[in-house]
Nanobody
Framework: QVQPVESGGDSVQTGGSLRLSCTASASGGGYDFETYCLGWFRQAPGKEREGVAAISGSAFATYYADSVKGRFTISRDNARNTMYLKMDSLKPQDAGMYYC??????????????????WGQGTQVAVYS
C-alpha cells in the first residue's frame, strides 16, 4: 500500500508563490515510484474536490485544470520518490486543502478524471489579499 504525504502548505499573499511536495512510501518497501501516476487535488470549504494537476510515471505527460494552466507546474523526482507542485501567481480562489494522490500504472490514462486509489492527508494553502 502506497502512502502519500504532503508538505509545503502555507499562507501567502495574492500573487505569491508556493511549492508543495509529496513523498510516497509503501509498507514493506520495494515498490517502484515510477510506476505510479500522481496527481494533486484541492478542496475549498463548501466546495467539491477538484483535480489540479497530474503527471505520468516518467513525467512525459502532464495534465492541468484550466484554472491553473500557465501558473502551476507539476514535476516529480523519481530518485527521491517525490512529486512537486510549484504554484505561482496565486489567487484567493486557489486556497484550500491540497491533496496528493497516486494510482497504479505510469500512464495517467484519463488524466485528472481517472480514479486515484491512494490519498494523503492534505496540506493547507491560504491566499490573502
Amino acid at each position: 500500500q502506497v502512502q502519500p504525504v504532503e508538505s509545503g502548505g502555507d499562507s501567502v499573499q495574492t500573487g505569491g508563490s508556493l511549492r508543495l511536495s509529496c513523498t510516497a512510501s509503501a509498507s514493506g518497501g520495494g515498490y517502484d515510484f515510477e510506476t505510479y501516476c500522481l496527481g494533486w487535488f484541492r478542496q475549498a470549504p463548501g466546495k467539491e474536490r477538484e483535480g489540479v494537476a497530474a503527471i505520468s510515471g516518467s513525467a512525459f505527460a502532464t495534465y492541468y485544470a484550466d484554472s491553473v494552466k500557465g501558473r502551476f507546474t507539476i514535476s516529480r523526482d523519481n530518485a527521491r520518490n517525490t512529486m512537486y507542485l510549484k504554484m505561482d501567481s496565486l489567487k484567493p480562489q486557489d486556497a484550500g486543502m491540497y491533496y496528493c494522490a497516486a494510482r497504479e500504472g505510469p500512464l495517467c490514462s484519463g488524466g485528472l478524471a481517472a480514479y486515484f486509489k491512494y490519498w494523503g492527508q492534505g496540506t493547507q494553502v491560504a491566499v490573502y489579499s
